[in-house]
């Protein structure tokens, strides 16, 4: 049995302290008296400036630190591993937070075009388009560029009879790149007849 070292600064409760802690350690309590010990004692200088850092709205005290180039390819990797090897594991982790569990769910109001085009699977398609082309189909641009559907997507899901997004996530035609384009944001305003508008992309 070790033998005691110091005592509790509220109750005098003999207690055991390892050398190092009792080096920087201001008080001693007790695991009653933890929270009297520290409000008797107040906190220092450090602690308040660390807590004013810490509470500043926006950051968990680690404003302007970045993970290096390497850090991110090795976390990438290992996810991407862990997700190819478990199939069932993602799919079930999706099924938790899909149609009535999710706690946004509002009987169905999201119309199945837009739930499909929320998927990750069609981000993924998008991607795929613009990196295939690099610039815009129609004039050139390659600034704030989106992918279209040749042929649109309300008839891909008409035609494949597609009635929820497990059967959408199973339908080829609908991922197929080679119905995509890439058009900047003005031509494709221009082709669907919307008023164009200079903001930042999101499709």
């Known amino acids: 049995m070790r033998t005691t070292n110091t005592e509790c600064a509220i109750c005098g409760k003999p207690l055991y302290r390892r050398p190092s802690d009792r080096a920087r350690s201001r ?38 630190y970045k993970h290096s180039a390497e850090t991110k390819r090795k976390t990438s990797e290992s996810h991407k591993a862990w997700c190819k090897a478990n199939p069932d594991k993602i799919k079930a982790r999706g099924s938790k937070t899909r149609g009535d569990n999710h706690y946004k769910w509002k009987g169905g109001s999201t119309g199945l075009n837009l739930s499909i085009r929320r998927m990750n699977e ?23 560029l989106e992918s279209h559907h040749v042929t649109p997507m309300c008839v891909l899901i008409e035609s494949n009879k597609i009635t929820n997004r497990d059967e959408a996530r199973e339908c080829a035609a609908l991922w197929d790149i080679s119905n995509g384009i890439t058009l900047c944001r003005k031509c494709h305003y221009k082709l669907h007849g919307r008023k164009y508008e200079d903001r930042p992309a999101n499709i």
């Open 122 to 144: 069609n981000r993924k398609w998008m991607d795929a388009v613009k990196e295939r082309d690099g610039k815009c189909r129609n004039c050139g641009s390659k600034e704030n």
């Open 27 to 64: 008080y001693f309590a007790c695991s009653k008296h933890r929270g009297e010990a520290l409000s008797k004692a107040g906190l220092t200088e450090l602690q308040l400036a660390s807590l004013s850092l810490g509470r500043k709205p926006g950051t968990n005290n680690r404003t302007g």
